[in-house]
């Protein structure tokens, strides 16, 4: 209650954070930074290295976000049921709690838009 009048202030840092968070992510396939040693297929890489650094850099900026997160969902929901679901169908289990959460929050941002702090925002498209 007390937190409320600052909700959209809060859902843009969730915005910001995410994004960036998920572009370490595809930079860590990419270029191999800010860890070195990701040893997944070549497919993998390229492709979830870039889907994950472009659109978590469009998600943290606020561009095209509705978009962005809603390929980064899918994105997500892929390597879970690819690579984690086949371990076991438990995200505690098969180590794919990231990969849910992160479809979740990105589902959730596709729905929403970019709210404030965004280049959607100060273009006007934030619908």
Avoid at 57 to 85: C, D, K, N, P, Q
Wanted: charged share 10%; aromatic share 16%; proline share 2%.
């Amino acid at each position: 209650m007390f937190m409320s009048k600052y909700e959209t202030q809060i859902y843009a840092i969730l915005r910001i954070v995410a994004g960036f968070l998920f572009l370490c992510h595809g930079s860590q396939k990419l270029f191999g930074y800010p860890l070195i040693g990701v040893h997944l297929p070549l497919r993998i890489l390229i492709f979830g290295g870039g889907v994950e650094f472009a659109g978590g850099v469009l998600i943290m900026i606020g561009l095209f976000t509705r978009w962005a997160a809603f390929i980064s969902a899918g994105e997500m929901a892929f390597a879970y049921w690819t690579v984690h679901a086949t371990k076991a169908l438990l995200p505690l289990v098969n180590m794919g709690e990231l990969a849910v959460l992160y479809c979740s929050l990105f589902l959730f941002i596709s729905a929403k838009g970019s709210g404030m702090f965004s280049v959607d925002h100060y273009l006007g498209k934030n619908k």
